[in-house]
């Protein structure tokens, strides 16, 4: 019999809560005062990456991230990697009060290495439970990024779909059964819906693994039903910030797999089990078990740790109680 | 009602101000450490606080700035210092914004409501110091909001007004201890400018409402031009903006329709440890007056100064009260 799973969107906390040391937070201090190396960073990161896979393992969690310890923000992680970009100011990231440092295309944009094949190659070495890769998508990236080089959004976009298009192949290569690309950019630019749609075959073309793209902080008003066109397996969506999803995905049968948003990442409020249940019952109503993964609405970083951790515990008894367990 | 007259407004063109916060002195930092770790008691705290209130304040009056703030020597978190003395919050624990940067973050978990004066009694500390008016300083209430998780409201409608009639209490505190400048800061007012912006300006007229001091907002990090001609419909005498660290640029935005309130302008930016030149703060200010009216323009640095150094700040505002100067001496030639 097939089981609805849990699964997470991405970020979790890089600290615990005071007056635990915030290790990664004091070491990234002393490597500004040049106490400490890069590689020293890199050792700290390693060692809170595996905290995280092992606190999501120990929630219960089905399919895991590896928390994105690494990244400053889901732009410039990418930016430096691929080739093209320097790095401005701190922008407002969308109705969030977290900022991130703006990508600057200054000239043509290219995959030159992996950026994440390492990172994601440590989280399997490291966690109980199956990972997924996450990579911002090339819509998102060229929305949030300014560009000085190409003059249209349409070039932009299509040269970050080719040049991200490798970094898939990379990760499917290491041994990726799903790959998870993050593109809540297209909620805010949902008029860019055929630029998006042009990129997304880009993106995906000759990527073989469960290909999973993920939105969030919105509504799919406008969109729905024609996403299902898209070249993917699964689709991520937030019913947290936008409870009329649940209305707009009854205008056409769903035919991808689900990862369903219900727990809010965004507040610090706590669901209980059984409000997670009643969720997780009204997904598998669009998509059935099999094909369901229940999970936060977001990103859990925008939480202190302990409230990340008890939402986790929340989905997996919630989850639990859906599938006629006991929670 | 919108406020239209300026009510006290000092006898002098271009008044020079500043934002708010200053750097805290070495010695106020080390003991806000120990402070934290109860290595020191809260009196001999409160008494360095005070000893850098008053070293601000006589900075303030050599340089010759016309209306001074306190500086904020005893603040932390400019949302964390109003929800930790106020009813309804908890604080949920430390949420990054950005790089390592990371904030004590509020819940909202009951009804909210002020227990008695939340900044009256540092006002009057700080007044009794100097002739010069001293602006009494408040964190707005959908910036209050905004910055805390919502456990207990249905909406974020709710918790913003009812953080606005307290607010609007504190204010009229104020008033009546003195205050004949009052500023409500409103760095998140812009956070969804579609879909929330009439609920700001509604907040903006229960704080104001019935007050006779001049009041300001200030306005930083966001996207400006969105929230533009709207935002000359909340309920201040003043809107402060940040237009050094843009280049002046914003300019352009108020040309049309034309800017109807006073501005408090921008000519610091506050996150370069470089100081201004006189000349860089006489150009923006001729610039800003070629689409703003004198008589509505106020000097101020883009921010609060507490993120440079002491020598940092004075050095900023001695060019910015000495650029203001060269242009009223033009003005009055």
Known sequence: ???????????????????????????????????????????VEDEVTADVLREQAEAGVDLVTDGQIRWDDGFTYFARGLAGFTINGLQRYFDTNVY????????????????????????????????????????????????????T???????????????????????????????????????????FRRASEALWDGVTATRALYTYFGHLEGLYPAMLELPVDVIGIDFVAAPRNWEILRKARFTKALGAGVLDARNTRLESPDDVAERARKAAEIAPAGTLAIGPSAGLEFLPRRVARRKLEALVAGVRLANGGAA | MTPTATPTAVATLLPTTTVGSFPKPPYLLEARRKAARKQMDAAELRALERKATEEWIRRQEELDIDILVDGEMYRGDMVAFFADQMDGFEIAGLVRSYGNRYYPKPAVVRPVGRRGPLTVDWFRFAQ???????????????????????????????????????????????????????????????????????????????????????????????????????????????????????????????????????????????HSHRAETPEEIVEGIRRTLDVIPVKQVYVSPDCGLKTRTTEETVAKLAAMVEGTRRVRKELSA
Not at chain 1, 108 to 134: G, M, Q
Not at chain 2, 144 to 166: D, T
Not at chain 2, 227 to 255: G, H
């Open chain 1, 100 to 151: 991130y440092r703006q990508p600057v295309a200054t000239g043509e944009v290219a995959w030159r290495a992996p950026i994440t094949v390492d990172d994601y190659r440590f989280a399997v070495a490291h966690s109980a439970r199956s990972v997924k890769p996450v990579v911002t998508g090339p819509f998102t990236l060229a929305v949030l990024s300014k560009d000085e080089f190409y003059g």
């Open chain 1, 153 to 195: 959004l349409d070039q932009f976009v299509m040269s970050l779909a080719a040049a991200l298009n490798k970094e898939l192949k990379a990760l499917a290569a290491a041994g990726a059964a799903v790959i998870q690309v993050d593109e809540p950019g297209l909620l805010a630019r949902r008029d860019q819906w055929p630029l």
């Open chain 1, 1 to 43: 019999m097939h089981r609805v799973k849990t699964t997470v969107v991405g970020s979790y906390p890089k600290i615990p809560d005071p007056p635990a040391p915030g290790r990664w937070r004091s070491s990234v201090e002393k490597l500004q005062r040049g106490e400490i190396t890069r590689e020293d960073l890199h050792r």
């Open chain 2, 128 to 270: 009794d110091l100097t002739p010069r008016p001293v602006k009494g300083m408040l964190t707005g209430p959908y910036t209050i909001a905004e910055w805390s998780f919502n456990e207990y409201y249905p909406s974020r409608r709710e918790l913003v007004m009812e953080l606005a009639r307290a607010i609007h209490d504190e204010a009229a505190d104020l008033e009546r201890a003195g205050a004949r400048y009052i500023q409500i800061d409103e760095p998140a007012i812009h956070t969804r400018p579609d879909e929330d912006f009439e609920l700001a300006v509604e907040a903006m007229e229960v704080v104001t409402r019935g007050l006779r001091a001049y009041t300001v907002t200030h306005i930083c990090y966001g996207d400006v031009p969105k929230i533009y001609p709207a935002m000359l419909r909340l309920a201040v005498n003043q809107i402060d903006l940040a237009l050094k660290n843009d280049d002046f640029a914003l300019l352009e935005t108020f040309k049309s329709p034309r800017f109807t309130k006073d501005i408090g302008l921008g000519v610091l930016d506050a």
